[in-house]
């Protein structure tokens, strides 16, 4: 059996071949191992992998052959020496936290981060003694000026939603190495396809598998990647005792999921990149935000540190709340939800749904004006979208 390592092959290459162990009944697709518990040959044979002297299955709390091809394929795609699989996006954040921090501990974080990990930090994190600064996404003076003798801990999205604002990865990798502290980066909307933090210095990477990695909006997920000794021992030790444990049949559907990621990617960045060029010119339109467009303030970086500019965009109305929701109600095609990176198109208005909870000035500081839609750019026929958008324009 080929052991597909990532300095030989091309992320192609390894989101088709990675991972899999075949077993002795030749199958050719991977298998789903849906079992709780593994048998063992002999007492002594059980002794030695309960104590960790012979490696092997014990029990899919914690080890799991369906759950490890899909952590080895998306760790060689990620260039991570250690990946652990977890039953949500969410899941694999609170598993990073509780791996690496302590109480006492400080995190500096990006503003403009998903909803949920904001309330994770301030409620959940600071019950346990963990404190956050929040700072703008792309001031690196901001988070210079955010460190403390106890942070150990930045956290960012690149490019945030949905404002699709960039930050350089590699210059806030090396402010948090300054202060005796770790990069995570949610890397949800890249994808390892579009974007690689760990060979930009970041420490960790994370991912809600539920979004891009699934695809089709079906399975609930999350990873967490990075070096053995962070992943593989601290984060890993979290999972195995407190069990997020990512399912037998969820982690399957992502892998298979990980073999087409290439392809959805490229037309979802294709049919994005059209979309926002048409939205730019349309009269009702008053700005576009997606880092393809040359009008995107950091156009040059997204150039430098991505592959390509992503699925997602969101754009201001001149109209306001009133013409967003005529927009939005006027649509056919586009699902009004607020999941992302699936093959259906998905439609929202930020600022009364997902920012909603924001006070009008934190919305205004945050850039989340009344007029503003986000889409999540799926797979129909690009012509069909325009018109699904143009009707209630
Ligand atoms: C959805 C999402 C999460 C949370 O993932 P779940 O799988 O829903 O728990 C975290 N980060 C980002 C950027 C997301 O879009």
Not at 300 to 329: C, H, N, P, T, V
Request: glycine residues 8%; negative net charge.
């Amino acid at each position: 059996m080929i052991d597909f390592n990532e300095a030989e092959f091309a992320i192609e290459t390894l989101a088709v071949r990675a991972g899999q162990h075949r077993t002795n009944e030749g199958e050719h697709s991977e298998p789903i191992f849906p079992t709780s518990s593994f048998v063992f040959g002999s007492a002594a044979e059980a002794a030695a992998r309960f104590s960790g002297e012979q490696p092997g299955n014990i029990y899919s709390r914690f080890t799991n052959p369906t759950v490890r091809t899909f952590e080895e394929r998306l760790a060689a795609m990620e260039g991570a020496e250690s990946c652990v699989a977890t039953a949500s996006g969410m899941s694999a954040i609170l598993a990073t936290c509780i791996g690496l921090l302590k109480a006492g501990d400080h995190i500096v974080s990006s503003r403009s981060i998903f909803g949920t990990t904001t309330i994770l930090f301030n409620n959940f994190m600071a019950k346990l003694g963990i404190e956050t600064t929040f700072v703008d996404l792309s001031d690196l003076d901001a988070w210079k000026g955010a460190v403390k003798a106890n942070t150990r801990l930045f956290f960012l999205e690149t490019p945030s939603n949905p404002l699709t604002e960039l930050v350089d990865i590699q210059a806030v990798a090396d402010i948090a190495h300054d202060n005796n502290s770790w990069l995570a980066v949610d890397n949800c909307f890249c994808t390892p396809v579009l974007q690689q933090p760990l060979k930009l210095g970041a420490d960790i990477v994370i991912h809600s598998a539920t979004k891009y990695i699934d695809g089709q909006g079906r399975c609930m997920g999350g990873a967490v990647l990075g070096s053995k000794e962070l992943v593989g021992t601290e984060v890993y030790s979290f999972l195995r005792t407190a069990g997020p444990t990512l399912s037998t049949f969820n982690a399957w559907v992502f892998l298979k999921g990980l073999e087409t990621l290439n392809i959805r990617m490229k037309a979802h960045c294709a049919n994005a990149l059209e979309l926002a060029r048409w939205l730019e010119q349309q009269e009702a339109v008053a700005k576009v935000h997606f880092p393809g467009l040359a009008s995107h303030p950091q156009h040059e970086l997204a150039k430098k540190q991505q592959s390509d500019f992503g699925g997602l965009l969101s754009f201001e109305l001149k109209g306001g709340r009133k013409a967003a929701w005529k927009l939005i109600d006027a649509t056919r095609i586009c699902s009004i939800t607020a999941n992302l990176g699936d093959t259906k198109t998905t439609i929202t208005h930020p600022a009364t749904t997902t920012h909603g909870r924001l006070t009008d000035e934190q919305k205004q500081a945050s850039g989340i004006a009344d007029g503003l839609v986000r889409v999540s750019v799926g797979l129909e026929n690009i012509e069909d979208l325009k018109k699904d958008l143009a009707r209630g324009m």
